[in-house]
């Protein structure tokens, strides 16, 4: 049974396998409180296919700072490992 993580968490055993992974609680936190977390199989398009507007946006949403400096390869990056 994963520990409750109060109303922070929405998905506290997403979060907890996360953690053991290595990803940082702000990291994990921000993966099992997304709507559909939890759940396989996203629609989602990758970051290639995406725009370098759309990436930048993704990028200011999780506060990615440098971001209005990049290419859309950095942006990537730059997502993938935030």
Known sequence: ?????GNSIKNDAQYE?????GMSKEKAARIANTPNSGKKGGKA?????????????????????GRSKMNKRELINALRNH
């Open 1 to 5: 049974m994963a520990k409750d993580h």
């Open 17 to 21: 396998a996360l953690r053991e992974q």
């Open 45 to 65: 398009p990758k970051y290639e296919e995406r725009t370098k507007e759309e990436l930048y946006q993704q990028a200011k949403k999780v506060d990615i700072s």
